[in-house]
C-alpha cells in the first residue's frame, strides 16, 4: 500500500503541526514514538487503531493518542488529516 503525502506545516522544538494527505487505501503502518500526537480529521474517512482498539474516525473527529502507544490507520475515503506532536519529530525534517 502506498504511503500518505506528508508536509510539515510549522514547527518549533516543543510542537510540531503536519499536514498528511491520504488517498484510499493508502496505510499508516503501526508504530509507536514517545511523542503525543493529536489527530484532527480535515477530511476523509479513516479506521485507526490504538493500543489494539479500532475506531472509524471521519471530518471533524479529532483524539489524542498517548506516548509510546501502538497505532496505525487504514485510508477507507481520501482525506487529510493534521498531526500535532510534543515535541517536534525531528525525524520528519
Not at 8 to 37: K, Y
Not at 74 to 86: H, K, P, R, W, Y
Amino acid at each position: 500500500m502506498p504511503d500518505p503525502v506528508r508536509t510539515v506545516i510549522a514547527d518549533h522544538p516543543d510542537l510540531m503541526v503536519v499536514r498528511f494527505a491520504f488517498q484510499s487505501g493508502d496505510e499508516g503502518a503501526l508504530h509507536s514514538h514517545p511523542h503525543v500526537q493529536s489527530t484532527y480529521v480535515q477530511s476523509g474517512r479513516y479506521r485507526f487503531t490504538v493500543d489494539g482498539e479500532p475506531r472509524e474516525i471521519g471530518p471533524g473527529d479529532a483524539f489524542v493518542i498517548p506516548s509510546g502507544a501502538e497505532h496505525g490507520c487504514l485510508c477507507l475515503e481520501a482525506g487529510v488529516l493534521i498531526d500535532s506532536f510534543t515535541p517536534r519529530r525531528d525525524d520528519f525534517l
